[in-house]
């Protein structure tokens, strides 16, 4: 009843006085707040934490504005040539971008979520409930990698990490011993729909994570939106990515042509040598829908 009462509320404060920041229940996470986007969906996070991606929506409508609008724009052309869309958020942290796809695909979109950390698959859940998405999000706890074991993640917000150095070879941030699967795995025990777009953000994970998503990708060739950094310099030291030309090298085998996302798209043979984390657009050149999202660009 609660709940009910709350998602009421939710939408008509919204609509009476413009309001965009609400107060979760005693019963949901530690962070307490959500947010309304510029794109209509409610995202559950700490809007006070200048770290956390709900401040980013509080203050700018958008976080990554320049990748949400191809995000966006993606989906809109698949969406079009599909009857049902199939997301896959790994990496999902608070879910950003499962939430976005299932929230503007609404009864059409089915979003499935990777997230290894309870805290923020707590905040995703807390974000289906408030935007009704109870029967458009799937949420699966685990990391997902190369092979079925377990790891030690970093713990550093959005930017937690399952490979040593990551976050800098002093980092003195927390550490939690999760799981891992493969993606391969999961689709065929889960009987999952193949995918249509696959997001991946694991801060230096992604070889692995690709590594054990092999035969999903070859049978669907999703459109791939990864994030892949060279090299990066924290506080704490200077990490250089050795598998980041090879994640390039396994996906320009499998027939994906990649673009990345700065001020502008730009195709790219191999990872950019600047320093920092960038967003690439990997789309298959045996998926003929792919080249009309190409045209897009």
């Known amino acids: 009843m609660i709940k009910k009462i709350l998602k009421r509320s939710l939408n008509r404060a919204a609509e009476i006085f413009g309001w965009q920041i609400v107060f979760l229940p005693k019963n949901s996470t530690a962070r307490t707040t959500a947010v309304k986007s510029d794109l209509g969906f409610w ?24 990748e949400t609008n191809l995000v966006v724009r993606v989906l809109n052309t698949i969406s079009e040539a ?19 796809a299932a929230f503007l695909g609404k009864d059409k979109t089915k979003t499935f979520s990777f997230e290894p950390l309870k805290e923020y698959v707590n905040l995703i859940k807390d974000s289906v409930d408030i935007n009704h998405l109870e029967n458009s999000v799937k949420v ?46 999961i689709v065929k025990t889960q009987n999952l729909p193949l995918p249509h777009f696959i997001k991946i953000d694991v801060e230096g994970f992604e070889l692995a994570v690709l590594r054990g998503s092999e035969s999903t990708i070859k049978q669907a ?21 050795t598998e980041a030309r090879v994640v390039f090298d396994l996906l320009a085998g499998l027939g994906y042509n990649a673009f990345i996302v700065k001020e502008t798209i730009e195709a790219i043979n191999t990872v950019s040598n600047d320093t920092g984390v960038y967003m690439y657009l990997f789309l298959n050149n045996e998926n003929p829908l792919h080249e009309k999202i190409k045209q897009s660009l």
């Open 43 to 66: 995202y559950a996070g700490n809007v006070f934490d200048s770290s956390d991606i709900a401040y980013g929506v509080f203050r700018n409508g958008l976080v990554e504005e320049m």
């Open 82 to 100: 599909v009857n049902g869309l199939h997301f896959y958020d790994i990496g999902a942290n608070s879910g950003y971008y499962g939430i976005l």
């Open 140 to 185: 699966f706890t685990t990391a997902l990698g190369a092979s079925e074991s377990s790891g030690v993640i970093q713990i550093s917000g959005s930017g937690s990490s399952l490979v040593p150095g990551f976050l800098g070879k002093d980092n003195p941030c927390p550490t939690r011993e999760i799981t891992i699967q493969k993606l391969d795995d």
């Open 221 to 241: 060739k999703p459109v791939l939106f990864i994030e892949v950094a060279n090299t990066l310099i924290t506080t704490h030291g200077k990490f250089v990515n």
